[in-house]
């Protein structure tokens, strides 16, 4: 980037900072969202709530598809994530 380019963009510097601090945060929040200890808490605390009559089965049961919704999607990113790795090692290796 030259000199007058760069002064050019200078003033945009701060949307872009908040930009980046925001893809940040959503990438985190959307990590813990699938994140299958939390989606394994949650299905317990379900039960719990279940259990001590806080919600009906009803209730239960629509949280539960949920959950086990979340659950497939974590599994599938994994699996992903897996074969992207495998497949690297294996151009690495030649």
């Not at 963009?9 to 940040?24: C, D, K, S, T, Y």
């Not at 009803?58 to 599994?75: F, G, H, I, P, Y």
């Amino acid at each position: 980037m030259g000199l007058f380019t760069g002064l050019l963009l200078l003033p945009l510097a701060p949307v872009r900072g908040v930009a980046w601090v925001v893809e940040q945060v959503a990438e985190e929040a959307d990590r813990q969202w699938y994140d299958p200890e939390a989606i394994q808490r949650d299905m317990l605390q379900l039960e719990l709530d279940f259990d001590d009559g806080r919600i009906s089965a009803e209730e239960r049961e629509a949280e539960e598809d949920r959950l086990m919704e979340r659950l497939a999607v974590s599994q599938a990113r994994l699996s992903a994530l897996q074969n992207e790795a495998l497949h690297e090692q294996e151009v690495i290796d030649g």
